[in-house]
């Protein structure tokens, strides 16, 4: 597969044109149309001849969005297919501050945590930089939105995948999605969802960013987490708190710990009195979601009483507490259903 010119940063992409002998300017042209989702053909300030090399050595297309599903509350979740027949999903969620863009990192998932439907195939290959932008190139453009005015606002990396597995692919796309000559998102408008591979978390708080950092945390203890999350096997909670600690410190970012609430696994006011005590001296903030059911899968949602319950305790405790809306529950709202649902039909 050859390499996408969505995956050049612009200094990449500025030494390619000045090496086929173009004047610097070209690589701004060609960087701001294809944010614009403009293929090679399509770009009518760019010479033939320099088209026509940039050919010889690169893809030059998008993803194509080949299914969407509109949710009653408004959230879309689109299916993407890749330039080489592989399938990825996301979605959008709308908001009073503009649209939120979930992306996903991998085709697939080999972290294997028991609740998730990303995990079902085990991990097919990691997405590229220029696939991963991509998907915010394609979904910004399908709601009318440019360069100037973006109508995507901000990116969580949190669909199928593991962001932090597929690590310089992520680092790449995260300065391509800051550069000025393209989106242009801030650090700030960008977040990464990780299960909590350490050393990663160590290496990304010292590249001195300040991109969100949210750790799907799921469990107060060692024990409940080994069972729901297997990568957690090989690092107990407590040396990760202390690499978030550590990433808070060096960003001076707080801390998002997701917690998807599983009824009677990890719901009691006993977990939740655990979690609030190991998580009281980081600065941080709890995002209880409650469990949205995957086919297959044996674990059930809980109701609104367990979730207030959970809640008031870690308040309780002066822990900073939101509860996600239930977003998309009507068109397989959880990561990697719908790309399954595709796959199963096809075969």
Do not use: W
């Amino acid at each position: 597969m050859r390499e996408s010119l969505l995956s050049l940063t612009f200094e990449r992409l500025m030494d390619e044109v000045i090496s086929l002998g173009e004047k610097s300017y070209r690589a701004s042209q060609l960087f701001n149309a294809l944010h614009l989702g403009k293929s090679l053909d399509e770009m009518t300030n760019i010479p033939a001849l320099l088209k026509s090399q940039l050919k010889k050595s690169y893809d030059d297309k998008c993803l194509e969005i080949i299914k969407e599903q509109v949710s009653k509350d408004g959230t879309r979740k689109f299916l993407y297919k890749l330039n080489d027949g592989n399938i990825v999903e996301g979605v959008l969620m709308e908001y009073k501050f503009g649209y939120t863009l979930c992306v996903s990192t991998q085709v697939g998932c080999r972290m294997n945590c028991s609740f998730c439907a990303s995990c079902l195939d085990g991990l097919v290959r990691n997405l590229t930089a220029g696939e991963i932008m991509s998907q915010v190139i394609m979904v910004n453009k399908y709601l009318g939105g440019d360069i100037k005015t973006r109508k995507v606002t901000n990116i969580v990396l949190m669909g199928s995948g593991e962001p932090l597995d597929n690590y310089e692919n992520v680092l790449d796309f995260i300065k391509i999605a800051n550069d000025k000559h393209g989106l242009n998102y801030s650090d700030r408008n960008i977040s990464l969802s990780t299960c909590g591979l350490v050393q990663n978390i160590y290496k990304l708080a010292d590249e001195n960013r300040q991109i969100n950092l949210c750790l799907s945390l799921h469990a107060p203890t060692d024990e409940i987490r080994h069972v729901l999350m297997p990568v957690s096997k090989s690092t107990t909670i407590d040396e990760l708190l202390k690499a978030c600690k550590y990433y808070a410190t060096k960003t001076n970012r707080r801390i998002l710990f997701e917690y998807i609430l599983i009824n009677g696994i990890n719901s009691s006011k006993e977990c939740a009195r655990i979690l609030a005590k190991k998580i009281a001296k980081i600065n941080s903030i709890v995002n209880l979601i409650n469990y949205n059911e995957v086919e297959g899968k044996p674990y059930k949602a809980c109701n609104s009483d367990t979730i207030n319950n959970f809640a008031n305790v870690l308040k309780s405790y002066n822990i900073s507490v939101t509860t996600r809306r239930s977003l998309g529950k009507d068109i397989d709202g959880a990561c990697g259903q719908l790309r399954r649902k595709f796959i199963e039909n096809k075969e």
